[in-house]
């Protein structure tokens, strides 16, 4: 990735304007959905995700951007299902209105998840559920999986495009899949080894987050949303005229 000013000298016929415009944007809000609520072992470490979520925390930061980790285990769902959009105004748990502000007003989200069965985490998909499409919409995801075998919850990552699009955050093409994780993380969330590599390949991701979160973030500020189409109310705008 090219750092974050560098010119487009190298483009013949580029306009000046084009040239001296920085890349990014140094204000941009990012969370970091920390996809796992276990909490026990085996296996072990218990809170595999824990290393992931900072990692990606740090190479946001290095980016001179925001980030928070959204971590399922301090956010109490309670035993029956009621997502925040159910509450009538001002009844919501504080906690969960609180999220529910931050989510929107992120400019894009990382959702880091473990691999359960061939799928995405459950803890992920409960807490993402709780609130409307509306909060996430026009902004874009990067998912990153990770896993203590081998295939780093690649398989996780394809059922996660499905439900991050509804959601209206579009996942970013490059995924990053993370196996043996806790081999290649310390509990701090720094690599073990071959930390240019790794860096280099998580960036690639977190790079397109970046570019299409200002893309988006613009748009969103000078357009308009209405032109999409797309529900910004209830559930219902999803049905057929």
């Not at 299902?81 to 989200?109: C, N, T, V, W």
């Not at 059922?159 to 196996?179: I, K, N, T």
Request: proline letters at 7%; a negative charge; aromatic letters at 8%.
């Amino acid at each position: 990735m090219a750092p974050p000013n560098s010119q487009l000298a190298d483009h013949p016929g580029c306009p000046v304007e084009l040239i001296a415009r920085p890349l990014y944007h140094q204000d941009m809000k990012f969370l970091i959905f920390l996809g796992s609520a276990r909490d026990s072992t085996p296996p072990r470490p218990a809170r595999l995700g824990q290393r992931v979520s900072m990692m990606c925390h740090r190479l946001i930061a290095d980016r001179a951007h925001g980030a928070q980790i959204i971590d399922p285990l301090d956010y109490d769902m309670g035993g029956i299902f009621k997502p925040h959009f159910a509450y009538a105004e001002g009844r919501a748990p504080q906690a969960l209105s609180d999220l529910a502000e931050a989510i929107l007003a992120a400019d894009g989200y990382v959702m880091a998840s473990p691999e359960y069965n061939h799928s995405m985490s459950p803890a992920l998909a409960h807490l993402l559920n709780h609130f409307g499409a509306s909060r996430f919409a026009w902004k874009p995801s990067a998912i990153v999986t990770y896993s203590a075998g081998q295939w780093g919850g690649a398989r996780a990552a394809m059922g996660m495009r499905g439900f991050l699009s509804e959601l209206g955050c579009l996942p970013v093409s490059a995924m990053s899949h993370l196996p043996t994780a806790q081999e290649v993380l310390d509990d701090e969330g720094a690599w073990t080894s071959d930390s240019a590599k790794w860096d280099s390949y998580v960036g690639r991701t977190l790079g397109q987050l970046e570019w299409w979160a200002e893309a988006a973030q613009r748009q969103r500020l000078e357009g308009d949303t209405r032109a999409t189409g797309a529900f910004d109310r209830v559930s219902s705008q999803r049905n057929a005229p």
